[in-house]
Each structure stands twice: as C-alpha cells, then as structure tokens.
C-alpha cells in the first residue's frame, strides 16, 4: 500500500512537472508570436503615420462652431468628400472639377453619405450669375467648396478629404475585387455590367462608377453606384484580410489623397467610432432646368430644408 502509495506520489510530481514543461513551451510560443506580431504592428504604425502625414493638408476654412468636434468624445462630425479628375479628359483647370461631391455625417454607430449632384444650381460668394455648385472647387479650391457646400448645407463641415479618382484604380487594385449589387445592365469604355452582384476591381472601377450617359437616371445613378463603390471598399479596407496588404494600401491613399484629419485624429476614429463604416446612403435630388443656355439641377426649397434637418439631426444641431 505505502509503496503503490508513493509510485502514485512519483507519478503525481512527474506529471505536474511535465504540464509545468509544457505550459513552459506554451508561454513561450505566446511570448514570441507577440513580439513578432508587436513588431509589425510597429512597422505598421510607422508606415501608417508615414502616408497619413504626406496626406495632411490643411486649408483656410472657419466651420462657425464654437468648439471644435471632440473626436475623444465621440461627437459626431462631418466631411466633405470630394472626387477630382485633374487633368483627365485634357482638362487644364488648375483645381480640376469636384465631379463627385458627397458629405458624410459621422458618429460612433453609423455614417450618412450625402450624394449631391455636381450641376446643383447655387451662389457662390464672389461669383455673379448662376453657378453649378462642382465649379466652387474649380474657382476657390478647397476652401472654395467648403465654404460653399456649408452655406448650401447650413452645417458645419468640419474637415474635407480630397481622392484623385483616377487613384481609384491603384486602391481597388491593393486592396482587390469588391462586389456591388448592380441594379441597371449596362457597357461602359468595353465593359459590361450585367444586373445583380458584380464584381468590381482596378480594371472596371472607373468605367463602373463613371457611366450616366446609358442610365436613365442620368447622374443620379452614377452617383448611386460611386456610393455604392466608396461603402464597399471602406468595408474592404476595415476588414481584417486587408492589414496584409496595408503597404500598398498606404501607398495607394498616400499618393491620391488629401485630407485635414491628422494621424492623431485618425487613432480617435479608430478607437471611438467602431460602427462609423455602416453607411447609410442619401441622394439630394432636383429638377433639371434649362436656365441661360445651361443645364441645371435646382432642388426645391422644401427637400434642402428636408436634407438640412436630416443633416443636423445627424450631427446634433439644433
């Protein structure tokens, strides 16, 4: 009995020095697979706020809010996203033309994007005569189509971010296929979209979120599919799958991107607005009018009074 007794005890400290071996082994896996993964968190970090600092451009441009949105705190924001094609088609504006316009309303839960059509008929400061509200950028810039866009808004826009939309390409093409829920059967630049999901990649994305011509819609639904194709690849880009790829990500954004959100305010997003990528999507609609020989959009009195409540509701603005 005493000796069975202590084979058992032999036993016992055999096996808890072997589970101490082993959870040895086990913590020390841990150990590396954290250092290596601390390493290129911190390679990515670098690389990270290496692009966003060659993105930041701040410009002249008073919200008219006494404080400044706390992004520490969660409170909503806005920003006014503009596509450019600089250059595209021979163009030689030196601003180019803001062809898409969008305003995005964000808060910890969700995103609004705001589509507005670029032939809205507007008043810019300083222009006489009718205006289309795309050709703010192309008078006075970004701080031009801030200016503009928030009086037309009655909103604060608190920051702008400017995409090359050429530079489309080279970030559908880092971060791969999207798919889209296609609602119109088209060809565009040789490419066909068919009706239902389609696959969307650097070598369709422009003929894609560019046709109006063969949509009936006209430039309401191309503005549908640009929203459609900017919520897809912000889904894409927050997803997991896409960290590996985050070098040519960084590379795409960093050379087709200007924006006044810092590296800084870029962490507070991240850390406080986890459900701001679901996006719901908001088309201003209006008219089409012949006004001077020129073809306009005028939205009624009663559907921006509509949009502007949306808006500030969104934002918290009585």
Do not use: C
């Amino acid at each position: 009995m005493v000796q069975r007794d202590g084979n058992n005890q032999h036993r016992h400290h055999h096996s808890k020095r072997k589970k101490k071996r082993v959870w040895k082994w086990v913590i020390g896996i841990i150990l590396a697979l954290l250092l290596v993964n601390g390493a290129v968190l911190a390679k990515f970090y670098y690389d990270a706020k290496h692009s966003v600092e060659s993105t930041y451009t701040p410009v002249k441009h008073k919200t008219g809010r006494d404080n400044e949105a706390d992004l520490k705190k969660g409170q909503p924001f806005s920003v006014l996203l503009l596509g450019t094609d600089t250059g595209e088609y021979g163009r030689t504006e030196k601003n180019g033309r803001s062809d898409t316009i969008m305003v995005a309303t964000v808060t910890p839960k969700k995103t609004t994007l705001l589509s507005i059509p670029r032939d809205t008929l507007v008043t810019i400061p300083g222009h006489e005569g009718h205006n289309k509200i795309n050709a703010a950028y192309s008078f006075g810039g970004m701080t031009g189509a801030l200016n503009t866009l928030q009086s037309y808004l009655d909103i604060p826009l608190d920051h702008y971010v400017e995409v090359n939309m050429k530079g489309l390409e080279q970030l559908s093409e880092a971060i791969g296929p999207v798919e889209v829920n296609n609602d119109l059967d088209f060809t565009q630049s040789g490419k066909h979209f068919p009706k239902g999901k389609v696959s969307i990649d650097h070598n369709n994305i422009l003929a894609f979120s560019r046709m109006r011509h063969e949509d009936p819609r006209g430039d309401y639904g191309r503005q549908l599919r640009q929203r459609q194709v900017v919520t897809a690849m912000v889904k894409k880009i927050a997803s997991v799958g896409s960290i590996t790829k985050y070098k040519s990500i960084l590379n795409a954004i960093s050379s087709n991107m200007k924006t006044d959100i810092s590296f800084n305010q870029m962490k507070e997003l991240y850390s406080n607005y986890k459900g701001a990528t679901n996006v719901s999507q908001v088309q201003l609609k209006g008219q089409g009018q012949m006004i001077d020989g020129g073809s306009y959009e005028v939205v009624s009195d009663s559907t921006l009074n509509q949009t502007q409540s949306h808006l500030k509701k969104q934002l918290n603005i009585n």
